[in-house]
């Protein structure tokens, strides 16, 4: 599937974007426990995405790709957090936060075909 391969190759890349982005937030002064669960779950969906990959049934390969979007929607809440209780201006998440919001997009689409 051509979506499969190109979620695999979003995520690694939006994985990376997250380590660069971490070290910025470190450098804006966030604590470690929020640049932390940031970076956690930043790099969890492609992890996961992964996974699936390597998944032996279906119901396996499903399970991966719905722990992939949990990590998706948990990284959009620390963006939240991370943007409000630091006053950050919306410039500075927003790149990450669309392509977030697209990523979260083809996992559900990946999901929902799967449980057909």
Known sequence: MVY??????????FAI??????FL???KGVEFSLRDQFLRSGTSIGANVREAKASSTKKELI????IALRS???LDYWMDVISEGYNFENEFLEE???E???ISK???SIVVNLKK
């Open 4 to 13: 499969e391969n190109d979620i695999k190759d979003r995520t690694k890349k």
């Open 17 to 22: 974007s997250t380590i660069k982005k971490t």
């Open 25 to 27: 937030l470190r450098e």
């Open 63 to 66: 399970r991966f790709y719905e």
């Open 72 to 74: 998706a929607n948990e």
């Open 96 to 98: 990450e936060k669309q």
């Open 100 to 102: 977030l919001n697209e």
């Open 106 to 108: 083809v996992l559900d």
